[in-house]
Protein backbone atom coordinates (compact mmCIF):
# COMPACT_ATOMS: atom_id res chain seq x y z
CA UNK A 1 0.00 0.00 0.00
CA UNK A 2 1.51 3.59 -0.51
CA UNK A 3 1.49 5.76 1.97
CA UNK A 4 2.74 9.52 2.93
CA UNK A 5 6.07 7.75 3.75
CA UNK A 6 6.61 8.33 0.08
CA UNK A 7 5.81 12.04 0.67
CA UNK A 8 9.52 12.75 -0.66
CA UNK A 9 8.65 11.13 -4.32
CA UNK A 10 6.67 14.39 -4.60
CA UNK A 11 9.89 16.53 -4.06
CA UNK A 12 12.08 14.96 -5.69
CA UNK A 13 9.37 15.08 -9.08
CA UNK A 14 8.60 18.88 -8.28
CA UNK A 15 13.16 19.21 -8.40
CA UNK A 16 13.36 16.83 -11.45
CA UNK A 17 11.69 19.24 -14.01
CA UNK A 18 11.69 18.43 -17.32
CA UNK A 19 12.29 14.35 -16.54
CA UNK A 20 9.23 14.85 -14.30
CA UNK A 21 7.38 16.04 -17.38
CA UNK A 22 8.37 12.98 -20.02
CA UNK A 23 7.44 10.91 -16.91
CA UNK A 24 3.98 11.86 -16.67
CA UNK A 25 3.36 12.06 -20.49
CA UNK A 26 4.77 8.50 -20.87
CA UNK A 27 2.64 7.06 -18.45
CA UNK A 28 -0.17 8.80 -19.68
CA UNK A 29 1.03 6.99 -23.11
CA UNK A 30 1.00 3.61 -21.42
CA UNK A 31 -2.73 3.92 -20.17
CA UNK A 32 -3.45 4.78 -23.47
CA UNK A 33 -1.58 1.70 -25.17
CA UNK A 34 -3.29 -0.26 -22.73
CA UNK A 35 -6.51 0.77 -23.69
CA UNK A 36 -5.63 0.68 -27.33
CA UNK A 37 -4.62 -3.12 -26.77
CA UNK A 38 -7.77 -4.41 -24.98
CA UNK A 39 -9.59 -2.69 -27.83
CA UNK A 40 -7.49 -4.12 -30.76
CA UNK A 41 -7.80 -7.82 -29.57
CA UNK A 42 -5.76 -8.95 -32.27
CA UNK A 43 -2.74 -11.28 -31.34
CA UNK A 44 0.01 -9.16 -33.81
CA UNK A 45 -0.65 -5.99 -32.23
CA UNK A 46 -1.48 -7.37 -29.06
CA UNK A 47 2.28 -8.94 -28.15
CA UNK A 48 3.39 -6.13 -29.92
CA UNK A 49 2.13 -3.86 -27.50
CA UNK A 50 3.41 -6.29 -24.68
CA UNK A 51 6.47 -5.95 -25.82
CA UNK A 52 6.72 -2.25 -26.02
CA UNK A 53 5.24 -2.15 -22.15
CA UNK A 54 8.40 -4.57 -21.10
CA UNK A 55 10.99 -1.92 -23.41
CA UNK A 56 9.70 0.89 -21.37
CA UNK A 57 9.86 -0.88 -18.40
CA UNK A 58 13.70 -1.92 -18.90
CA UNK A 59 14.50 1.88 -20.04
CA UNK A 60 12.24 3.55 -16.89
CA UNK A 61 15.00 2.35 -13.83
CA UNK A 62 17.84 4.03 -16.01
CA UNK A 63 16.16 7.05 -17.42
CA UNK A 64 14.72 7.63 -13.33
CA UNK A 65 10.77 7.63 -13.94
CA UNK A 66 9.94 6.62 -10.86
CA UNK A 67 5.91 7.27 -11.59
CA UNK A 68 6.12 4.89 -14.54
CA UNK A 69 8.86 2.12 -13.27
CA UNK A 70 6.29 1.97 -10.15
CA UNK A 71 3.43 1.69 -12.20
CA UNK A 72 5.15 -0.71 -15.15
CA UNK A 73 6.25 -2.79 -11.82
CA UNK A 74 3.17 -3.40 -10.63
CA UNK A 75 1.41 -4.06 -13.72
CA UNK A 76 3.43 -6.88 -15.50
CA UNK A 77 2.97 -8.54 -11.62
CA UNK A 78 -0.55 -9.75 -14.04
CA UNK A 79 1.13 -9.96 -16.84
CA UNK A 80 0.22 -13.51 -17.05
CA UNK A 81 -3.27 -12.82 -16.14
CA UNK A 82 -3.59 -10.52 -18.86
CA UNK A 83 -2.63 -12.49 -21.41
CA UNK A 84 -5.22 -15.07 -20.52
CA UNK A 85 -8.09 -12.39 -20.46
CA UNK A 86 -6.77 -11.00 -24.21
CA UNK A 87 -6.29 -14.30 -25.42
CA UNK A 88 -9.03 -16.42 -24.03
CA UNK A 89 -10.79 -17.60 -27.33
CA UNK A 90 -7.07 -18.65 -28.82
CA UNK A 91 -6.14 -20.27 -26.07
CA UNK A 92 -9.72 -22.42 -25.71
CA UNK A 93 -9.15 -23.51 -28.98
CA UNK A 94 -5.18 -24.32 -28.78
CA UNK A 95 -6.33 -26.54 -25.70
CA UNK A 96 -9.44 -28.31 -27.76
CA UNK A 97 -7.15 -29.31 -30.47
CA UNK A 98 -4.73 -30.61 -28.13
CA UNK A 99 -6.92 -32.54 -26.38
CA UNK A 100 -8.21 -34.14 -30.00
CA UNK A 101 -4.96 -34.62 -30.73
CA UNK A 102 -4.47 -36.98 -27.91
CA UNK A 103 -7.30 -38.71 -28.05
CA UNK A 104 -7.48 -39.33 -31.27
CA UNK A 105 -3.91 -38.48 -32.77
CA UNK A 106 -5.41 -39.42 -36.65
CA UNK A 107 -8.14 -37.94 -36.45
CA UNK A 108 -8.37 -35.23 -38.07
CA UNK A 109 -6.63 -36.48 -41.30
CA UNK A 110 -10.17 -38.18 -41.56
CA UNK A 111 -12.22 -35.23 -40.49
CA UNK A 112 -13.66 -33.40 -43.60
CA UNK A 113 -12.27 -30.10 -44.19
CA UNK A 114 -14.14 -27.23 -43.22
CA UNK A 115 -14.27 -25.03 -46.42
CA UNK A 116 -15.46 -28.10 -48.27
CA UNK A 117 -18.28 -28.39 -45.73
CA UNK A 118 -19.31 -24.76 -45.76
CA UNK A 119 -18.99 -25.27 -49.96
CA UNK A 120 -21.07 -27.35 -49.57
CA UNK A 121 -23.72 -25.54 -47.63
CA UNK A 122 -23.38 -22.79 -50.37
CA UNK A 123 -25.11 -25.15 -52.42
CA UNK A 124 -27.69 -26.35 -50.74
CA UNK A 125 -28.73 -22.55 -49.57
CA UNK A 126 -29.30 -22.12 -53.09
CA UNK A 127 -30.55 -25.28 -53.90
CA UNK A 128 -33.46 -24.54 -51.39
CA UNK A 129 -33.52 -21.20 -51.53
CA UNK A 130 -32.55 -20.15 -47.89
CA UNK A 131 -31.28 -16.53 -47.49
CA UNK A 132 -28.31 -16.51 -45.58
CA UNK A 133 -25.86 -13.83 -43.78
CA UNK A 134 -22.37 -15.31 -42.91
CA UNK A 135 -19.70 -13.44 -41.20
CA UNK A 136 -16.27 -14.82 -40.44
CA UNK A 137 -14.14 -13.60 -38.25
CA UNK A 138 -10.18 -14.20 -38.21
CA UNK A 139 -8.76 -12.53 -35.39
CA UNK A 140 -11.46 -12.25 -32.86
CA UNK A 141 -12.63 -8.56 -33.74
CA UNK A 142 -16.11 -9.51 -33.89
CA UNK A 143 -16.29 -10.59 -30.49
CA UNK A 144 -18.17 -7.09 -29.18
CA UNK A 145 -21.21 -7.98 -31.54
CA UNK A 146 -21.60 -11.84 -29.74
CA UNK A 147 -23.91 -10.05 -27.07
CA UNK A 148 -26.19 -8.39 -30.01
CA UNK A 149 -27.47 -12.11 -31.63
CA UNK A 150 -27.28 -15.47 -29.76
CA UNK A 151 -24.55 -17.18 -28.48
CA UNK A 152 -23.99 -20.41 -29.75
CA UNK A 153 -20.19 -21.48 -29.85
CA UNK A 154 -21.44 -25.17 -31.71
CA UNK A 155 -19.94 -27.19 -34.63
CA UNK A 156 -20.85 -25.92 -38.00
CA UNK A 157 -22.79 -28.52 -40.13
CA UNK A 158 -25.32 -28.47 -43.05
CA UNK A 159 -28.11 -29.93 -41.34
CA UNK A 160 -27.65 -27.06 -37.98
CA UNK A 161 -27.50 -24.33 -40.83
CA UNK A 162 -30.69 -25.48 -42.24
CA UNK A 163 -32.61 -25.50 -38.92
CA UNK A 164 -31.80 -22.14 -38.37
CA UNK A 165 -32.36 -20.55 -41.44
CA UNK A 166 -35.38 -22.78 -42.14
CA UNK A 167 -38.96 -20.99 -42.70
CA UNK A 168 -40.26 -21.66 -38.85
CA UNK A 169 -36.95 -20.68 -37.10
CA UNK A 170 -36.65 -17.62 -35.00
CA UNK A 171 -33.07 -17.15 -35.73
CA UNK A 172 -33.29 -16.73 -39.24
CA UNK A 173 -32.78 -13.17 -39.48
CA UNK A 174 -29.16 -11.33 -39.10
CA UNK A 175 -25.83 -12.53 -38.82
CA UNK A 176 -24.35 -15.74 -38.38
CA UNK A 177 -20.50 -14.85 -36.55
CA UNK A 178 -18.13 -18.54 -37.32
CA UNK A 179 -14.56 -18.92 -36.89
CA UNK A 180 -12.49 -20.12 -39.39
CA UNK A 181 -12.40 -23.48 -37.82
CA UNK A 182 -15.84 -24.22 -38.04
CA UNK A 183 -17.16 -22.88 -34.99
CA UNK A 184 -20.75 -21.27 -35.21
CA UNK A 185 -20.35 -18.32 -32.58
CA UNK A 186 -23.49 -16.41 -32.82
CA UNK A 187 -26.34 -15.94 -35.24
CA UNK A 188 -29.36 -13.71 -35.54
CA UNK A 189 -26.69 -10.69 -34.94
CA UNK A 190 -27.48 -7.44 -35.97
CA UNK A 191 -24.34 -5.04 -37.01
CA UNK A 192 -24.52 -1.76 -37.74
CA UNK A 193 -23.47 -0.12 -40.96
CA UNK A 194 -22.05 2.91 -42.76
CA UNK A 195 -24.00 5.74 -43.87
CA UNK A 196 -21.25 6.35 -46.87
CA UNK A 197 -22.63 2.40 -48.40
CA UNK A 198 -25.98 3.54 -48.26
CA UNK A 199 -26.91 5.00 -51.65
CA UNK A 200 -24.67 1.96 -53.32
CA UNK A 201 -26.50 -0.55 -51.40
CA UNK A 202 -29.90 1.18 -51.39
CA UNK A 203 -32.97 -1.84 -50.29
CA UNK A 204 -30.77 -3.69 -48.14
CA UNK A 205 -29.51 -3.31 -44.77
CA UNK A 206 -27.71 -6.43 -45.19
CA UNK A 207 -25.70 -5.40 -47.87
CA UNK A 208 -24.96 -2.39 -46.28
CA UNK A 209 -23.96 -3.92 -43.23
CA UNK A 210 -22.17 -6.75 -45.04
CA UNK A 211 -19.89 -3.71 -46.92
CA UNK A 212 -19.26 -1.95 -43.34
CA UNK A 213 -18.48 -5.12 -41.17
CA UNK A 214 -16.07 -6.48 -43.96
CA UNK A 215 -13.73 -3.30 -43.86
CA UNK A 216 -14.08 -1.95 -40.34
CA UNK A 217 -13.42 -5.65 -38.96
CA UNK A 218 -11.40 -6.79 -41.31
CA UNK A 219 -13.96 -10.18 -41.71
CA UNK A 220 -15.31 -11.96 -44.72
CA UNK A 221 -19.09 -11.37 -45.30
CA UNK A 222 -20.98 -14.07 -47.51
CA UNK A 223 -24.95 -13.10 -47.94
CA UNK A 224 -26.74 -15.49 -50.32
CA UNK A 225 -29.91 -13.68 -51.85
CA UNK A 226 -33.24 -15.80 -52.94
CA UNK A 227 -34.60 -13.21 -54.44
CA UNK A 228 -31.37 -12.75 -56.83
CA UNK A 229 -30.02 -16.07 -56.62
CA UNK A 230 -26.50 -14.53 -56.38
CA UNK A 231 -24.00 -14.62 -53.33
CA UNK A 232 -22.84 -11.07 -52.48
CA UNK A 233 -19.01 -11.46 -51.31
CA UNK A 234 -17.50 -8.63 -49.30
CA UNK A 235 -13.81 -8.31 -47.82
CA UNK A 236 -12.17 -4.50 -47.16
CA UNK A 237 -15.71 -2.95 -48.41
CA UNK A 238 -15.37 -4.62 -51.55
CA UNK A 239 -18.16 -6.76 -53.22
CA UNK A 240 -17.55 -9.61 -55.03
CA UNK A 241 -21.15 -11.24 -56.75
CA UNK A 242 -21.28 -14.70 -57.62
CA UNK A 243 -24.21 -16.94 -59.27
CA UNK A 244 -23.41 -20.39 -58.46
CA UNK A 245 -22.11 -21.86 -54.85
CA UNK A 246 -19.21 -23.81 -56.74
CA UNK A 247 -17.63 -19.71 -57.35
CA UNK A 248 -18.99 -17.99 -54.15
CA UNK A 249 -17.26 -21.11 -52.80
CA UNK A 250 -13.61 -20.54 -54.40
CA UNK A 251 -13.76 -17.04 -53.63
CA UNK A 252 -14.05 -17.71 -49.35
CA UNK A 253 -11.57 -20.25 -50.04
CA UNK A 254 -9.26 -17.73 -50.41
CA UNK A 255 -10.31 -16.26 -47.41
CA UNK A 256 -9.17 -19.72 -45.36
CA UNK A 257 -4.99 -18.93 -46.93
CA UNK A 258 -2.77 -17.83 -44.33
Known sequence: MFNLENSSLIQTVSERGLSAILDLLLTVLFFYAILALVHQRRAYFSLLGFGIIFLLYLLSDSLG?????????NFLKFSVVIL???????????????YLLTVN??????????????????????????????????DGLLNEFLDKG??????????????????????KDGAMILDVDGTLKACSVVFPFAHQDEKKFEGSAKLQAAAYVSAAFDCLAVIFSPSSDRFFIFKHG??????????????????FEP
Open 65 to 73: FLSLSWILD
Open 84 to 98: VLLFQDDLRRGLANL
Open 105 to 138: PFGNKRKTPFRRIFGETLKELQKLGLGAFFCFDR
Open 150 to 171: VRLEAQFSIELIKTLLGPSSLL
Open 238 to 255: NETVCSSAEEAAKVVCNF
